[in-house]
C-alpha cells in the first residue's frame, strides 16, 4: 500500500475515534434519558453496546475494500488496531458522562437538601404514582 492510502485509513481511524468518543459522551443526555418503565423502578437501560457501533462500522468497511491491503495479516491488524482506538475512545466518553451524572447529582443533593422526621430520611419531593386515583374506597364492602 502507499503513503496516500495509510493516511486516509489513520484521518479515518482518527474521525471514527472523536466521533465515537462525542458520541458516547453525549452532551445533553441525562439518566432519565435511559429510564425504562416508572420512575419509581428505578430501572434505566444505558447499553454498553454502543460503544462497540461505529467500530464496527469501520471495520465492515475495511472488509469491503480489503483488496488495498497486500495480505489478511495486515487487513487484520490494522482492523483489529481501528477497532481497539475507536471503541476505548467511545468507552472514555461514556465514563466522562457518567462521571458528570455523578458530580451534577452531588450538586443537586448538596443544593436541595433532604428533610428529616422524627430520624428518618425521605426526599425532599413526594412523587406520586400516575395511577393512583383520588376517589376512596370502601374496602368493608367486599
Known amino acids: 500500500m502507499d503513503i496516500l492510502t495509510w493516511t486516509i485509513l489513520v484521518v479515518v481511524a482518527i474521525l471514527a475515534s472523536a466521533f465515537n468518543y462525542y458520541l458516547n459522551l453525549a452532551p445533553g443526555a441525562d439518566p432519565e434519558d435511559f429510564q425504562v418503565g416508572p420512575t419509581q423502578l428505578g430501572i434505566t437501560c444505558d447499553c454498553s453496546l454502543n460503544i462497540l457501533i461505529i467500530g464496527g462500522i469501520v471495520v465492515l468497511a475495511l472488509s469491503a475494500v480489503s483488496g488495498l491491503f497486500e495480505s489478511r ?70
Open 73 to 142: 495479516l495486515e487487513l487484520y491488524i490494522v482492523g483489529i488496531a481501528a477497532f481497539s482506538m475507536i471503541t476505548i475512545a467511545g468507552f472514555i466518553g461514556r465514563r466522562r458522562r457518567h462521571h458528570e451524572w455523578k458530580e451534577l447529582r452531588i450538586a443537586i443533593e448538596r443544593s436541595v437538601p433532604g428533610t428529616s422526621f422524627l430520624g428518618f430520611k425521605r426526599a425532599p419531593v413526594d412523587i406520586p404514582f400516575e395511577d393512583e386515583d383520588d376517589e376512596e374506597f370502601d374496602y368493608d364492602a367486599y
